[in-house]
C-alpha cells in the first residue's frame, strides 16, 4: 500500500469491505479509484481497482441491478477509442445530437424527460470509432442512483446547453450537480476541495439556429473565458457537428498509429488507438505482448521524423505515424 493515501481513501475502502450490493461496492471503489494519485506507485493498484469495478459492473450487464431504493442501476461498456457521455438539463438536444452524430435511434421529442436509459452509439471520426452516451437529462427522476457513476467512469463529459434558453445558467447548473456528487471538471475550479474525480469536458451549445442564441452564446463564452471550451452547434441543422467530432477526438487524449512488418504496406483503415504519450514499445505491445518483449527497434514514418527514421523503444509517437516493428 503506498504512504500519503488521503484519509477519505481509507474510508472509502471501510465502505467497500461493508457493502453488501453490487452498486455500493462500485460507489466504494469507483471513489477509492479517483481518489488515489496517479504514479507508477500505485499502477498496480489501480490496475486491480479497475479490474473489480469491471467485474462487478459484469455482474449488474448479467442481471439489472436494484439500487438502494428499489431503482433500477445501468452500466454502459466502453466500446472504441473512447467513451464520451452527454450530460445536461432536460430539452436541450443530446438524444438530437448522439442522434445526428451516430444514427443511434435514441428518441427525440419535445417534452421533458425523454430519455429514460443510457442509450450509446458510435461516431465515426474519420478511421475510428468513438462511443458517444446519451442519458437522461440530470434532474430526470430516479437517475441520482445510477447516473453519476457512468459520468464517474466516462473519458469525457460533453456538457449540453440550449443557446435559446439561458445557457450560462444551464451550464452553473450542470456544474455545481456534478460537484454535488464530487465530480470536478478541468477548468472550472468550483468547490475543488470536495471533488474526488476530475472529468475532462466541454460544453456543447446546441440549438445555434434558435432565436437569441448569439446571445446566449456571448453570456456563455464570457462566463467560462480561458476555463472550460464551448463550441456552438445545431444538432438539428446539421451545424457544427464536424468541428465536434474533431473536438471529442482531440479532447480524449489519444493518437492512431499505423502498425507494419518488413516488406508490408500499412493497413490504413485500421489504426491502433493508444493514449497520447504512447512509446513505440507501447504500440508493439498492443499488437501482441511478445512483440514488445522481443522489440528491437522500431522505424517511424510520420510527422516529427524522418521518413523511415530508426528510433529506440521508448520513442514517443505522434497521431498518424506509420511504425515498422523489428523483433
Ligand atoms: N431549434 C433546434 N431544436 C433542437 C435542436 N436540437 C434538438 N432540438 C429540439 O429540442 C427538443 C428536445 O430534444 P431532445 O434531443 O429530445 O432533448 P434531450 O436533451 O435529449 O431531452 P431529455 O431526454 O428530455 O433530457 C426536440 O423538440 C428537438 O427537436 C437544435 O439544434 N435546434
Ligand atoms: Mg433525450
Redesign the pocket.
Known sequence: MPANLPPQYYEAERRYRQAKTPQEKIEALEEMFSIMPKHKGTDRLRAELRTKIARFYEEAEKRPMVGRKGSLLYYVKKEGAGQAVLV?P???????LVTALTGAASP???Y????RLPIPGMMEFENIQIQLV?L??IT?PGVTSWLPNIIRNADLLLL?VDLGGEPAAQAETVLDWLAGFRIGVAGDSRRAEEVTVQKKAGIVA??V??PGAAEGLRALESRHQGGLPTIAV????GQGLEELRRDVFRALDIIRVYTKVPGQKPDLRDPVVLKRGSTALDAAESVHKDFGRNLKYAQVWGSGKFAGQRVKRDCVLQDGDVIELHI
Open positions: 445536461g432536460p430539452n436541450t438536444g443530446k438524444s438530437q427525440v421529442a419535445d421533458l424527460f425523454t430519455t446519451d437522461p437529462a430526470a449540453v446546441n440549438k439556429d434558435a445545431s444538432a438539428l441543422r
